[in-house]
């Protein structure tokens, strides 16, 4: 039986800064022209394969700050990736 819907996870790549000691630190910034390069290959692989693109999601993920005995926090998000989802027309 051949895959009708497929799905693939692309996890977006993070920009990174110098730190205080040389060295790279990540930050929760998200590169999006890599993420648009990786989105166009995984989706032509797709429809290379015979499938048609039917969706592309954005995956969120987030995280806090707090300072503690401060009395303030705050809370983010980013797009931690996306879900491309496709499908391959059934064989009659």
Known sequence: ???????????????????????EKPTDIVDGNSLAIEIQKACNDLVDSGYQVTQVMPVSSGGN???NGVGYGYGFSYTSGVIIIATNKVPT
Request: charged share 20%; hydrophobic share 35%.
């Open 1 to 23: 039986m051949s895959e009708v819907v497929r799905t693939v996870f692309i996890p977006s790549s993070l920009e990174s800064k110098s730190g205080m000691f040389g060295g």
């Open 65 to 67: 700050n707090y300072k």
